[in-house]
């Protein structure tokens, strides 16, 4: 990858990661990379973090059924309609 790459010929320092585009593989090349640090998806696993989580949830089911909308839409949601 150009972030290996990168790591590797010390165009970039360090790298710190938690999300990778084809988990749960990740490339090789960082993982042999001494200055990256790799972890599993748990960077949003704080207690403020996960009650914001709760929070936006719940706004977005308010959300839902009162404006027929969600707040933070996902792409494969953009044109889906509510009922009602």
């Known amino acids: 990858t150009a972030l290996a790459a990168a790591l590797?010929?010390?165009?970039?320092?360090?790298?710190g990661l938690d999300?990778?585009?084809d988990e749960p593989n990740v490339p090789g090349a960082l993982l042999d990379a001494a200055n990256a640090s790799l972890l599993p998806h748990v960077?949003?696993?704080s207690v403020h973090?996960?009650?914001?989580?709760?929070d936006l949830?719940?706004?977005n089911l308010v959300a839902?059924?009162?404006e027929r909308?969600?707040?933070t839409p996902v792409p494969e949601t953009?044109?889906?309609k509510a009922r009602g």
Request: glycine share 6%.
């Open 64 to 66: 839902w059924f009162t």
């Open 43 to 45: 960077g949003s696993a």
């Open 8 to 15: 590797k010929s010390g165009t970039i320092a360090a790298a």
């Open 19 to 21: 999300v990778f585009a």
């Open 69 to 71: 909308r969600p707040l």
């Open 49 to 54: 973090t996960r009650r914001a989580m709760a």
């Open 78 to 80: 953009i044109n889906v």
């Open 57 to 59: 949830c719940v706004d």
